[in-house]
């Protein structure tokens, strides 16, 4: 079955899209991807390998970079990529801006939707930028394919009709805004969900958060792999009791909204000899650390981790455990603010 097919009979397919979907020859953009064996070692499957076309035509995120043992790079869930397509209401003549050319599946479909002379896309690590030109070259597409920061947008193509992110935020660059056309969309993963905005003429955007979760690699830095450095276990910790079960901070809508009101904080379950859940780790790049057994937490460093943590489980379960869906943003060229509802209902800071 094509891809095309699965993703019409799975819904994720509309027909704007299915064209575009059914063009490109994402094997070409794709020539390998990194799988992990049962040791955990990422091995690298060609078109060589049997099973190779079945897995880059399934609806299946592909592993495209592996910098000393971390995925740094990927093939974006083509049914993922193409609700978020959906939300950003291309029209015929738009312009539009990418952030994180990957692979470059993400231009392909936008430059056989619109053509490559509307199509602006940018991207951190130099490599893929020389591999996605001329692998974009080789599938009869020329967008405009540059090395650089995605937080600084790109003033080339600008002011452009839409701005689309393929790795994940935790708020907006304010370049985005300077840079989209007033009555421009934006769609971008912001901590666990993927928001739409409308750039307004007050320099700022606002809009919602999309139904449906966001797996994005975080943004990095040329040389990083967008990852928070474990910082060891502390010396000193202090010790308490906890009111909050670890594993219903763990519910999808919690998680979400903790990743609003925490941002660039790192996670790790423990697990037990059977390979049940025991527990939890969370850092931040500050030292700050917490670990959770059972009741019981430790924590150091200059914040405590999971004092948030329980403030922001209480809000959200006194607000009926919302959804993505329910939550908003408002950002300007100095704020990204989270609410639910409506703008004029913030979420509070957890963490003062």
Request: glycine content about 10%; hydrophobic content about 35%; overall charge negative.
């Amino acid at each position: 079955m094509s891809l095309a097919r699965s993703l019409l009979d799975s819904g994720d397919l509309s027909a704007e899209w299915r064209s575009a979907v059914e063009m490109v020859p994402r094997h070409v953009l794709v020539p390998f991807f990194y799988r992990q064996d049962g040791t955990g070692k990422w091995c690298q499957i060609s078109s060589e390998d049997p099973g190779f076309f079945a897995a880059v035509y399934s609806d299946t995120a592909l592993t495209t970079q592996v910098t000393d043992g971390i995925p740094t790079s990927s093939s974006s869930q083509p049914s993922l990529m193409l609700h978020m397509l959906d939300a950003l209401d291309v029209q015929d003549g738009n312009r539009v801006l990418e952030i994180a050319t990957g692979a470059g599946y993400n231009a392909a479909l936008l430059s056989e939707r619109l053509g490559s002379d509307r199509v602006y896309t940018v991207e951190v690590d130099r490599e893929l930028v020389r591999d996605a030109r001329d692998r974009l070259v080789n599938c009869g597409y020329n967008p405009v394919v540059v090395t650089g920061d995605g937080r600084k947008g790109l003033t080339e193509g600008a002011p452009y009709d839409r701005l689309i992110a393929t790795c994940g935020f935790t708020s907006v660059p304010p370049a985005w805004i300077q840079q989209v056309r007033p009555g421009g969309i934006i769609v971008c993963p912001l901590g666990r969900g993927n928001a739409r905005l409308v750039v307004g003429h007050d320099e700022r955007a606002e809009g919602r958060f999309l139904p449906g979760g966001s797996y994005f690699m975080g943004v990095r830095s040329e040389g990083g792999n967008g990852r928070i450095p474990y910082p060891g276990d502390p010396a000193e910790v202090t010790m308490r009791q906890t009111h909050v079960d670890y594993l219903d901070v763990e519910d999808d809508g919690m998680w979400f909204a903790l990743s609003l009101v925490l941002p660039e904080i790192a996670w790790a379950h423990e697990t037990g000899a059977d390979g049940a859940r025991t527990g939890c780790r969370l850092w931040a790049c500050d030292g700050s650390w917490a670990r959770v057994q059972d009741r019981e937490v430790r924590q150091a460093g200059p914040r405590p981790l999971w004092n948030a943590v329980e403030r922001a489980y209480g809000w959200w379960n006194s607000r009926g455990r919302p959804e993505r869906e329910r939550f908003g943003v408002t950002a300007t060229e100095s704020s990204t603010r989270w609410w639910l509802d409506s703008p004029g209902t913030p979420v509070p800071d957890m963490e003062s």
